[in-house]
Every structure is written in C-alpha cells, then in structure tokens.
C-alpha cells in the first residue's frame, strides 16, 4: 500500500555552478519498516499516525566576494502519535560547488555519506518506485549527501542546522545567489514562519540588489555592504528565492543579462543603480507640488490622514527644494501663489496652512492640476505634481478626455504626474490616463487603508533624484535595431535607494553596448557599460527573464486596450502570452476554471473570442470593478517579481491590494509578510476584479517556470493544449507512471520537465509535449 504522511519539505541548499537549475536541496525522509514517505499535499489514502509541522525556517546567508556562507536552521514538531525514525537527503549540484557540508540535531553533528550522481539515481528512482510517488523527480542527475537516521518522539521538537559554503556564479559583474524554497510546495502543512536573511560583503562598490523572485527589503549602510531580509508567515513558497548583485566602478552601474530559446527572439533583463556614497551626499534639487482633495466626500477620517500625510512630505522635503499646496473642491486654493523655496519658515507656514485644510464642495479636478502645472517655470530641475482625489470630477471641466488633454497642454516644463485614488469612487481610468501622459505612476488607497501610509511611501520613492531624463540604449555592432518592446516605454528617473528594472526583447546577438544618458543635477552624464545578447540559451538558468517580461507586456496590452479601445491584434497577443505563461487577467480568467471543457483550451480562436467579450468589464471607469481593473493593470506593468504574476499571493477572501515596489520598474518598499495557504498544489489565488479580493481557483497549478492546466483530473501544460483529446489523437503516446519508460523520460529532460511530471499527484492524467512528442501520462 502506498502510505504517504503529513510530511512537509525540510531543509533546504544550493549552489549556482550547475548546467541547468537543477538545485541542491533537502528532503525529511521518514523511515518505517518497509516504507519511505516522502511528503505530499493531499495523501493518499488516509495518512499514517506519522506527522510533523514545521514551525521555523530560517535561512542566513553570509556572501562576501562570490562566497556564500549560509547556514539553514528549521525546527519542526513530531505531530503524530509515534516515533519517526528519519533522514535528510540533500542533492548535490553537478560540479560539487557545495562543500564544507555540516548537518546537526539540537547541537548533536550527525554523520553523512557523499553520493556521485550515479549511485545517488538509483536512491531516488528507488525511492520513487517503492512510494508511487515523484516528489524527488526535479532532483534526479545530482549527487547526495545522505545523513544517518535519528529518533524524533511523539510531540518532541527538533531543531535541525545545516551549514556549507557555496562558490556561486558569476556572469560578468552579476553575481547570483539561489536557495531552492521551491520544494516547499510538496508541503501539506504550511511553514509557520519563513525568514531569510542576506548579508552581502564586497570588496568592489556594490550597485545593483534585486530579486526576481520575492519582494524583499534591501538596507544599504555603504557602497560595499548590503543586508537583503524577507519574511513570510504560514508559507509555502512556490518559486526558489533569488538574488542578484552586481559590482560597478561607476557613478551608476549597469548588468544585463539575456535569455534566448531555441527558434525565437531573445529576452533581455537590465539592471542600473545609482553608487550608493553619491545618493548620501549629492540629492539633486526638485520640485514637488501636493494637490490634495478637500471635496465633501473627504471629510472625516480622510481628510485627517490627507493632512497627516502633507505634513509627513513637509517634514522630508529637502533644503532649497521647490514646493506649494494646492487644496482644491469647487474651487482652487494654494499655500503661496509661487513656488516656495524649502526651509524652516516656509516648512512652519506651509503646516498652518495644512491645519486648516477641511472638507466640503464638489471636486473641480481640471482647475487644481492646471493650477499646479501652471506654477512650474523651469524644467532644468525635476518637476513632480503630487495628485490626490476621492471622486470623479464634478464642478468645472468634468469630461475625462478633455481633463487629460487640458493637463497635457499645461505641462510645458516635463512634470511627472503621480496620481493617488482615494476609495472606489475614483475614476481610475481618468487617473491612468494622467500618469500614462506625464510619465507618472498611479496607486490607489482602498477604503480600508491608510491614506498617509500610502503617501509617505511614495514620497520616499521620489524624495531624492539622482539622474533625471533618464535614457537607455542597447546597440549590437553593425545591426540597426537590436531591441524592441521595452519595458517600461518610458525609462523613468533614478532616485537614490531605487533601482531601475527594464525587461525587453532582442533579434540580433552578440556583444553589445549599453549606453545610459541623463541629468545629474545640471550635467548631461553619459555611462557605456559592455554585455552579451546571448545567440541560444543552453540552460534555463534566465528563463524567468521570458516570464517577467511576457507580465510587462501583458500589462501593456490591456493599457493599450484601456486607453484606447479594442484592438483584435493587442487582444490576440494577449491570449497567447497569457495561455502560454498562466497569467491570469480578468479578461482571460477562464483559464483558471477547471470544470471548462479540455476542447476549449485547445480553440485559440474560441480563447480569443471569450476575452474579446470580457474587455468589455473595462468600459466601468470607477467603482470597485473599474479600481480592480486599473490596479491588476499597473501590478503588470509594473511587475519586478514572478510571484506579481496573481494580484496578491495572501489568503482567499483578504483585500487584494498592490504590494509595495517602485513604479515603472523601480524598486522600492517590500509590503508587509505575506501569507499563503497551505496546499501549493491546490490551484492558486488570483485577482477577482468584480469584488477586488483574491480568489483561490482551481483550473491553473503553478510549477516553477510553468504551469499547469487542470480541467478534471486531466492536466494539460500550454505546450500541449492544442492537441484535439476527443479525437482519440493517435500520436499520442502513452506512458505509466513509475514505468522504465517513465524513468527514461525522465533522464533526458529538463529540470522545469521534470518539475511538471513532479507535479502530477495520484489519480490524474498528464498530456505533455517532449521533444516533439506528445505523452499522455497515467
């Protein structure tokens, strides 16, 4: 009988030196008699009197100059009412880049065996084989590291401590950090708490520190030291965590690096930040204009946080900055008729005037932002306009286009436009709209949020520029366009603490030159910097660079279609980068419905037709909808991480609010711990725009890179969704799990392949197409 326990996945390792992402990592292996179990989601049948809950892990990560000490602590309780006798099993990467392995119990050492890759094979096919089970399937081609067994009794906690050195990879000036979370997922018990902490230590400036994967802190004490944390509570992390740092003898520095699949344009990711010594001592001189809502439907708790909120900007504003406040209903106040120049007086004078700021009126929009882009008389230092409102326009100049093209002609002097909605009364589009046209970002405060939190996080965002009219080109010798379709359109400016993010794609390879020019304060700079557009990828080491961007473009398209109407070419792109990445929008979330029949995956024309009737949802400019919409939207096109690809990754039901992160590919604030449900393998949570919460669906599972379709207990991956089912298809061929066939398979493909067929549980049916071939797999 195939017992499997509650068991979730347990101590965790890496090491970047590998061929293909195959990682280092750990399972608990409990032993009773005759049977191993490994852990699962869902057991089947009922589990054993054997189980355990992890309640901590925690990771720390020690990197100084391309070395990684990292030491991996997890404490876990027996919950079952027996003794386990257990094991870890840790793979190895292929080259042995991992050494210096420790494995202690409550302090105790416990002794190990090294494995080559292929003895270790034979363990792990063995291990698959007795349980009918594939957790251990991603791992196969690595070697182990082994430990002895050791008791756990019933209701005793242990804590576990693994520690090694890792050499890691470098890519020209990009080192990169991995540490395989991802197993997590075979979990049936969420991790209580989830802590990663990352010091990095240099001898050359540090510029660049950003994780694909996860929305993380970053703390910077000097050019050479950086403290990365993230902290989540009732895990279960789906995607490894991921870091990269680069290392630049310039101003601002500047890494690239490129993906490219066998037969298609390349993907590329760009990474600039400015030294962190010139952001301390060299802020560059801005303007910023707070235009604030004091209409009727203000008053109350709104108006108070408004006010908090303006003093918090007054309070940070820079000496010899420009500012003024426009407060505005049915008709326009402001703090001084000019500019003021920022300091004590001026902050003293400008916080009375806040104080007296109360609700009442209509709300005449186009008046307040012409009234403020008016002020502004020079475009040599930084010009932001700080837009706040709770309504839709309704005294003055009330029409949404012709708001837009008033405030476009009044913005002479290049004034970015940053729009804050307050509550789902907002016109949201009117909002995207502004920002869209002034190269400004948009945000929206949900009515059970804190308006000032809000505001004093995206002032800190802008709080201190230090290259301004920022632009970006990548050139490969002799070709005339070598880029195309980059992400954002327009480069914004680079503030201090913030990194720039720019996903594109590419057609020529080769060495190319990137060259960044812009403002630092009154000085044109000029930085070139070298890389290589790859001519083939030979492993998936980057392949999350072709997700991040197919989000971004995602998230284009539906503004494209938002702002300017329906477009079949925009909404067939649509269909097929969402179909083939599982990214859910409003306009495709049919595909996360798993009582849909199989034939409708299989209809790109139906497929197209159904999200040409859903774009329809975006005619609704305010409300619940119409905010939902426009915050999925700016989540897209904004997105830094994979875990951006669903709205919010917290509990079903909860407020699906934007996470924090700069915008228009900046970085910035990490939102507070998120919290996920248990069972990975369950479905996901998404988006729903008609009620603005998340939603867990069923007909989308989420593996690595990749992702599932489930309709039944058919799964079906995006490389196989065409192949015609009711046909009986007679290329179809058919394997059995856990057969030598299956192991066969198993040998010749890729670690994302391998995570697919892993993702398989008991009683469904697997169509997949490798190498060519499509596999119906029971």
């Known amino acids: 009988m195939n017992l499997r326990s509650l068991l979730s996945v347990a101590v965790l390792f890496t090491a970047c030196l590998c061929s293909a992402p195959v990682l280092g990592q750990g399972v608990l292996i409990v032993h009773n008699h005759d049977h191993v179990w490994l852990p699962r989601p869902i057991p089947r049948p009922a589990p054993p009197p054997v189980s355990y809950k992890i309640k901590e892990l925690g990771v720390n990560a020690r990197v100084k100059d391309q070395v990684a000490q990292v030491q991996v602590t997890q404490s876990f309780v027996n919950t079952g009412s027996r003794q386990m006798e257990v ?75 693994l520690k090694y050195t890792q050499l890691l990879r470098k890519d020209n000036a990009l080192t990169d950090f991995v540490f395989p979370l991802s197993t997590a997922k075979y979990t049936s018990h969420a991790v209580e708490t989830l802590s990663i902490r990352a010091t990095i230590e240099s001898a050359a400036k540090i510029k660049s520190v950003y994780s694909p994967t996860h929305d993380v802190k970053i703390k910077r004490s000097d050019n050479r030291h950086a403290l990365v944390t993230y902290e989540a509570k009732n895990a279960v992390p789906d995607n490894d965590f991921r870091l990269f740092y680069d290392n630049h003898k310039a101003d601002v520095g500047a890494s690239l690096i490129s993906y490219r699949p066998e037969g298609e344009q390349g993907y590329f990711l760009l990474l600039a930040s400015p030294d962190i010594e010139r952001e301390q001592t060299q802020a560059i ?36 900055d420009l500012f003024n406040i426009i407060a505005y209903d049915s008709s326009v106040e402001s703090f001084r008729p000019e500019l003021q120049k920022y300091n004590k007086k001026s902050r003293q004078e400008a916080l009375h005037f806040v104080d007296e700021i109360y609700a009442g009126g209509s709300t005449n929009i186009n008046d307040a932002l012409g009234s403020a882009l008016g002020m502004i008389q020079d475009s040599s230092t930084p010009n932001y306009v700080v837009f706040l409102t709770d309504g839709r326009p309704t005294a003055g100049e009330t029409n949404e286009m012709k708001i837009a093209q008033n405030t476009k002609a009044e913005n002479h002097h290049g004034a970015r436009v940053i729009s804050l909605g307050v509550g789902y009364d907002v016109n949201s589009r009117l909002l995207d709209r502004l920002t869209h046209d002034h190269r400004g970002r948009t945000d929206f405060v949900r009515p059970d949020e804190d308006l000032e939190e809000h505001v004093s996080r995206l002032y800190e965002s802008i709080s201190a520029p230090v290259m301004t009219d920022v632009k970006v080109v990548v050139d490969v010798e002799d070709s005339k366009r070598t880029v195309n379709r980059v992400y954002p359109k327009e480069t914004p400016d680079l503030f201090a603490g913030e990194q720039l993010v720019l996903v594109g794609r590419y057609k020529d390879h080769g060495d190319a030159k990137i060259t960044i020019t812009g403002k630092v304060g009154d000085d044109k700079q000029k930085l070139d910097f070298g890389a290589e557009l790859v001519k083939k990828s030979n492993d998936e080491t980057y392949a999350f660079v072709e997700r991040l961007w197919a989000m971004r473009r995602v998230g284009e398209i539906i503004d494209e279609i938002d702002l300017h109407g329906k477009n079949s070419e925009l909404i067939d792109e649509l269909v097929d980068l969402s179909t083939k990445h599982g990214i859910i929008t409003p306009y495709t979330s049919f595909l996360a419905d798993d009582q849909a029949p199989v034939r409708e995956l299989a209809s790109a024309e139906g497929l197209r037709r159904r999200a040409a009737t859903e774009f329809d949802a975006l005619e609704a ?32 039901n909860a407020p699906a609010g934007l996470p924090g992160g700069g915008a228009g590919g900046r970085g910035g604030a990490a939102p507070p711990a998120a919290t996920t449900p248990a069972n990975a393998f369950g479905g996901a ?66 670690h994302s392949e391998n995570q697919l067929l892993a993702a398989q549980q008991e009683g469904e049916e697997l169509i997949i197409r490798l190498r060519g071939k499509v596999y119906r797999i029971k």
Not at 299 to 312: D, H, M, P, Y
């Open 621 to 652: 400019a305010d409300g619940v909808e119409g905010l939902a919409q426009r915050s999925i939207k700016n989540q897209l096109r904004m997105a830094r991480q994979l875990s951006d690809q669903f709205a919010d990754r917290s509990r079903p």
């Open 87 to 161: 094991s870890f099993v840790f793979p190895l990467p292929y080259d042995g880049a991992v050494d210096e392995l420790t494995f202690l119990v409550d302090g105790k050492e416990y002794a190990g065996k090294l494995l080559p890759a292929k003895e270790a094979r034979s363990i792990y096919e063995g291990y698959m084989r007795r349980n009918q089970d594939p957790a251990l399937l991603e791992w196969m081609g690595t070697g182990m590291f082994k430990t002895s067994i050791f008791p756990v009794p019933p209701g005793a906690e242990r804590k576990v401590t």
């Open 685 to 750: 949570i998404i988006h729903d725009a008609k009620s603005d919460l998340a939603k867990r669906v069923e007909g989308i599972r989420q593996v690595g890179k990749d992702v599932l379709y489930r309709r039944g207990q058919l799964l079906i991956a995006p490389n196989a969704r065409d192949v015609k089912l009711d046909n009986g298809d007679k290329d179809i061929v058919e394997v059995k799990r856990f057969s030598d066939e299956y192991f066969r398979l198993a040998q010749d493909n890729t």
């Open 285 to 320: 001189r801005k303007t910023v204009i707070l235009v604030v809502d004091r209409s009727g439907s203000m008053s109350g708790k709104k108006i108070e946080q408004a006010r908090e909120a303006l003093r918090f900007v007054l309070n940070n504003l820079h000496e010899n």
